[in-house]
């Protein structure tokens, strides 16, 4: 029994036979809860007067009558629902033999065979009619959750193709009219309300609250963010995205958390946003902050590891500098400028002076003959206008024909792009500097296209860098230095007395490549002066292209070379492997993320592992383009006892990012879903469902399961709490505001008070000197 203390009752546990309804509270003795009521009464003061004057109530006695007439869940199954069945049939038949028999006939004759027949086929019409009923209760049951998981598939759907929510609820209106016969096609409730609803209070939460799950159940992640203008709010949104070892499906996985709206974006102001945004994920996790160049990002992070790492031996970040796309980008845009050819302008002007023109368009082809039009210029992401470069490359001949026919004319354009166009074509190297930078544009490309992937790339980072510098530099520099200097000791900038450089080919010898060598022999009317200022042109930006390179991209960075360990193609050619990894453990126990014990295991166990001819045969026959890098290692070591402690520092090494190149696909996928007058949250959630219906393969792989459907019932309390949140919240404002403006109105009242009083003061004191001077005289 519950100890009893004077003055006060406690719930006494053989309350529960006089009454079966009557329940304990956890962590309460002096409270009941009825399970027929689901409410909670205190017994403290009345004991078991309390109880017997609950039972007594008439909303308690409604509800327990209910519940004994309803049908219980377990009848709803199969083996439940026969086992009943067979009890209430033989419950029947005996209570029928029984009647039978208190009759006390002398003999069975025809009556009572007739009565006892009778009493039992009323017996089993009523066990057949509580069959039939069962079935139809378990039936509506399941169409339940058939029409809710129809409807969470179509919010799902709306929100993958970008739909309007008005748009998508005439189209559930319509399913009515095209499927009369369809329980749930006429059963869908789907109104443009709900609809956002569901998406932003049931499927967004879920979605978010699996992703954190799968997060925290990892020992580490990398962080990625970047922002960007939001149109629709006027606020920077800074995206959140997490790079992590998914141990569902044993892979590493880039998937976006959240976004923070943001006015200023200071360093101090990036910090408190990440804070808000990964609320209840270990900050200490954290291993790499994948970033793009700008000094604040790194001041952001010098103050996130001053804010969550300022104790000793704690875990400090691994650091691959910032993003290794957003440098091979700046390296050519900064090459390209040094030229001073304008060339970007001219692009810009000869798509703006055909746009929206059909005056224009139209004498371009009668002039010249051709439908081909110029390409949009892309401001931001300069390597994307080589496909620009290769058309107006292409209209060069056209454009000229065009120019000569309305020059001098009525039809010719008064605009600035028709003068800047008219200007630069009159340049007889035109075609061959078009045909350097999209030359240039090309090889920039192709590292561009193979890194913008979630899959692990970080391993074959240093190497394809190393390619990209290496073939501008055998372009310009002499072939003795870069045999006998390393890439990293060559100055392409350094000079001489005479001010002309070391390391550098002569203006004459300077390698153009095959496609600007064909323009440049094309060209007419072009003096050997002219030739080498363009060839000096092309140094100059091969030069600020290596340089910029070698300054801010990840080569620099001891683990970017360290990474090589874990690149297949490299280990089986390169006996400096076993070093690499050595240099890449000793990173990692530098940065306290692995004890030492673990470190010198993974490191005896890599050896091992390399030893093994068979192993060595995978790693030669291993094509990047055909394998996940994750999953090859997983086949070489994951679930072997021999290796596990190797396994853990290779899902670390294979978590670093190579790229902010999910966030940038992430802007495009925010461009989409914006329409006016759309909330932040809607766009936070419509994101994050986005994410991970992409990440799970597609509406036709997603699995509706049971706690989705449930959280989508749950949508309108949770959409209705919101709104009374904010209604309090307004209110709150409101009070503050009304509060405000009273205490102005007594500030004023009061300062106008103590003026008149001033005034008053002032005015009897000279009164009195008047009546002084008079008294004095």
């Given at each position: 029994?519950?100890?009893?203390?004077?003055?006060?009752?406690?719930?006494?546990?053989?309350?529960?036979?006089?009454?079966?309804?009557?329940?304990?509270?956890?962590?309460?003795?002096?409270?009941?809860?009825?399970?027929?009521?689901?409410?909670?009464?205190?017994?403290?003061?009345?004991?078991?007067?309390?109880?017997?004057?609950?039972?007594?109530?008439?909303?308690?006695?409604?509800?327990?009558?209910?519940?004994?007439?309803?049908?219980?869940?377990?009848?709803?199954?199969?083996?439940?629902?026969?086992?009943?069945?067979?009890?209430?049939?033989?419950?029947?038949?005996?209570?029928?033999?029984?009647?039978?028999?208190?009759?006390?006939?002398?003999?069975?004759?025809?009556?009572?065979?007739?009565?006892?027949?009778?009493?039992?086929?009323?017996?089993?019409?009523?066990?057949?009619?509580?069959?039939?009923?069962?079935?139809?209760?378990?039936?509506?049951?399941?169409?339940?959750?058939?029409?809710?998981?129809?409807?969470?598939?179509?919010?799902?759907?709306?929100?993958?193709?970008?739909?309007?929510?008005?748009?998508?609820?005439?189209?559930?209106?319509?399913?009515?009219?095209?499927?009369?016969?369809?329980?749930?096609?006429?059963?869908?409730?789907?109104?443009?309300?709900?609809?956002?609803?569901?998406?932003?209070?049931?499927?967004?939460?879920?979605?978010?609250?699996?992703?954190?799950?799968?997060?925290?159940?990892?020992?580490?992640?990398?962080?990625?963010?970047?922002?960007?203008?939001?149109?629709?709010?006027?606020?920077?949104?800074?995206?959140?995205?997490?790079?992590?070892?998914?141990?569902?499906?044993?892979?590493?996985?880039?998937?976006?958390?959240?976004?923070?709206?943001?006015?200023?974006?200071?360093?101090?102001?990036?910090?408190?946003?990440?804070?808000?945004?990964?609320?209840?994920?270990?900050?200490?996790?954290?291993?790499?902050?994948?970033?793009?160049?700008?000094?604040?990002?790194?001041?952001?992070?010098?103050?996130?590891?001053?804010?969550?790492?300022?104790?000793?031996?704690?875990?400090?970040?691994?650091?691959?500098?910032?993003?290794?796309?957003?440098?091979?980008?700046?390296?050519?845009?900064?090459?390209?400028?040094?030229?001073?050819?304008?060339?970007?302008?001219?692009?810009?002007?000869?798509?703006?002076?055909?746009?929206?023109?059909?005056?224009?368009?139209?004498?371009?082809?009668?002039?010249?003959?051709?439908?081909?039009?110029?390409?949009?210029?892309?401001?931001?992401?300069?390597?994307?206008?080589?496909?620009?470069?290769?058309r107006a490359r292409e209209m060069l001949p056209h454009v000229d024909k065009y120019i000569s026919s309305v020059k001098g004319t009525a039809k010719e354009p008064t605009c600035r792009s028709f003068s800047t166009v008219?200007?630069?074509?009159?340049?007889?190297?035109?075609?061959?500097?078009?045909?350097?930078?999209?030359?240039?544009?090309?090889?920039?490309?192709?590292?561009?296209?193979?890194?913008?992937?979630?899959?692990?790339?970080?391993?074959?980072?240093?190497?394809?860098?190393?390619?990209?510098?290496?073939?501008?530099?055998?372009?310009?520099?002499?072939?003795?230095?870069?045999?006998?200097?390393?890439?990293?000791?060559?100055?392409?900038?350094?000079?001489?007395?005479?001010?002309?450089?070391?390391?550098?080919?002569?203006?004459?010898?300077?390698?153009?490549?095959?496609?600007?060598?064909?323009?440049?022999?094309?060209?007419?009317?072009?003096?050997?002066?002219?030739?080498?200022?363009?060839?000096?042109?092309?140094?100059?930006?091969?030069?600020?292209?290596?340089?910029?390179?070698?300054?801010?991209?990840?080569?620099?960075?001891?683990?970017?070379?360290?990474?090589?360990?874990?690149?297949?193609?490299?280990?089986?050619?390169?006996?400096?492997?076993?070093?690499?990894?050595?240099?890449?453990?000793?990173?990692?126990?530098?940065?306290?993320?692995?004890?030492?014990?673990?470190?010198?295991?993974?490191?005896?166990?890599?050896?091992?592992?390399?030893?093994?001819?068979?192993?060595?045969?995978?790693?030669?026959?291993?094509?990047?383009?055909?394998?996940?890098?994750?999953?090859?290692?997983?086949?070489?070591?994951?679930?072997?006892?021999?290796?596990?402690?190797?396994?853990?520092?290779?899902?670390?090494?294979?978590?670093?990012?190579?790229?902010?190149?999910?966030?940038?696909?992430?802007?495009?996928?925010?461009?989409?879903?914006?329409?006016?007058?759309?909330?932040?949250?809607?766009?936070?959630?419509?994101?994050?469902?986005?994410?991970?219906?992409?990440?799970?393969?597609?509406?036709?792989?997603?699995?509706?399961?049971?706690?989705?459907?449930?959280?989508?019932?749950?949508?309108?309390?949770?959409?209705?709490?919101?709104?009374?949140?904010?209604?309090?919240?307004?209110?709150?404002?409101?009070?503050?505001?009304?509060?405000?403006?009273?205490?102005?109105?007594?500030?004023?009242?009061?300062?106008?008070?103590?003026?008149?009083?001033?005034?008053?003061?002032?005015?009897?004191?000279?009164?009195?000197?008047?009546?002084?001077?008079?008294?004095?005289?």
């Amino acid at each position: 029994m519950a100890r009893r203390i004077r003055g006060r009752n406690s719930f006494q546990p053989q309350w529960k036979e006089e009454f079966p309804w009557l329940q304990e509270v956890d962590g309460s003795n002096h409270s009941a809860r009825c399970s027929v009521c689901r409410t909670i009464f205190s017994v403290e003061s009345m004991g078991r007067t309390a109880v017997v004057s609950h039972s007594s109530g008439n909303k308690h006695k409604l509800r327990l009558s209910s519940s004994e007439k309803s049908t219980s869940l377990d009848t709803w199954t199969t083996k439940a629902g026969s086992v009943h069945v067979a009890t209430a049939v033989a419950n029947a038949v005996a209570e029928a033999s029984s009647v039978s028999s208190l009759s006390k006939l002398p003999s069975l004759g025809l009556g009572s065979t007739v009565a006892s027949s009778c009493e039992v086929s009323q017996v089993g019409h009523q066990v057949k009619q509580h069959t039939v009923s069962t079935n139809r209760g378990l039936s509506s049951y399941l169409k339940r959750d058939e029409v809710t998981r129809a409807e969470t598939l179509w919010c799902l759907q709306t929100v993958m193709n970008h739909d309007s929510l008005r748009g998508a609820a005439s189209s559930v209106s319509l399913f009515k009219r095209m499927f009369p016969d369809d329980y749930i096609a006429n059963s869908m409730q789907l109104q443009k309300d709900k609809i956002s609803y569901v998406i932003v209070y049931g499927l967004s939460p879920y979605f978010h609250s699996e992703l954190k799950t799968r997060i925290n159940s990892c020992d580490f992640f990398s962080l990625g963010f970047d922002e960007s203008m939001n149109k629709v709010a006027q606020k920077q949104q800074m995206d959140l995205s997490a790079r992590f070892w998914d141990i569902s499906q044993n892979r590493v996985c880039s998937r976006y958390v959240t976004s923070v709206f943001l006015h200023h974006t200071t360093a101090e102001d990036l910090l408190k946003a990440i804070k808000a945004g990964l609320e209840n994920l270990d900050f200490l996790k954290i291993i790499q902050l994948s970033m793009d160049g700008p000094n604040v990002n790194f001041k952001l992070l010098k103050l996130l590891a001053e804010d969550t790492r300022s104790f000793p031996d704690a875990p400090q970040f691994l650091d691959i500098g910032s993003c290794g796309l957003h440098t091979v980008h700046n390296a050519f845009k900064t090459g390209i400028k040094k030229t001073c050819w304008d060339i970007m302008e001219f692009f810009r002007a000869l798509y703006y002076l055909f746009k929206e023109a059909p005056g224009r368009r139209g004498d371009y082809t009668q002039a010249s003959g051709s439908n081909v039009f110029p390409l949009k210029v892309c401001s931001i992401r300069w390597v994307e206008n080589g496909r620009v470069a290769k058309r107006a490359r292409e209209m060069l001949p056209h454009v000229d024909k065009y120019i000569s026919s309305v020059k001098g004319t009525a039809k010719e354009p008064t605009c600035r792009s028709f003068s800047t166009v008219s200007k630069a074509i009159k340049d007889n190297l035109l075609t061959a500097k078009i045909a350097f930078f999209e030359g240039l544009a090309e090889n920039v490309e192709e590292f561009l296209k193979e890194f913008q992937c979630d899959a692990p790339m970080a391993p074959f980072l240093y190497d394809a860098l190393t390619v990209l510098v290496k073939h501008a530099m055998t372009k310009i520099v002499k072939k003795n230095v870069l045999e006998s200097t390393s890439l990293q000791k060559i100055d392409v900038l350094k000079q001489n007395e005479s001010n002309s450089f070391i390391c550098l080919k002569d203006i004459k010898n300077v390698d153009l490549g095959y496609g600007t060598r064909l323009a440049l022999g094309k060209c007419k009317n072009v003096s050997e002066k002219d030739i080498l200022l363009f060839r000096k042109d092309c140094r100059t930006a091969l030069q600020h292209f290596v340089v910029k390179l070698m300054q801010k991209s990840p080569l620099k960075y001891p683990l970017t070379k360290a990474l090589n360990c874990l690149n297949p193609c490299h280990m089986s050619t390169n006996a400096d492997a076993c070093k690499q990894l050595t240099s890449a453990l000793e990173i990692v126990l530098k940065a306290n993320l692995f004890s030492a014990t673990t470190i010198e295991r993974a490191d005896r166990e890599y050896k091992v592992l390399c030893s093994q001819p068979l192993v060595m045969e995978d790693l030669k026959t291993y094509s990047r383009s055909e394998t996940r890098l994750d999953a090859f290692w997983m086949k070489l070591i994951d679930g072997k006892k021999e290796y596990e402690n190797l396994v853990p520092v290779v899902k670390l090494l294979l978590t670093v990012s190579h790229g902010n190149a999910p966030l940038e696909r992430g802007f495009s996928v925010n461009k989409e879903i914006l329409v006016e007058n759309m909330k932040e949250t809607s766009v936070i959630a419509q994101r994050r469902i986005y994410d991970h219906v992409t990440y799970e393969g597609g509406l036709m792989k997603l699995d509706i399961t049971k706690p989705m459907i449930l959280s989508v019932r749950n949508a309108h309390c949770r959409y209705t709490e919101a709104l009374n949140e904010q209604r309090q919240a307004n209110a709150d404002a409101m009070k503050l505001s009304e509060a405000n403006k009273r205490a102005a109105a007594e500030l004023r009242e009061l300062k106008e008070k103590k003026r008149k009083l001033i005034e008053d003061a002032e005015r009897e004191v000279s009164i009195i000197n008047e009546r002084v001077k008079e008294l004095q005289k």
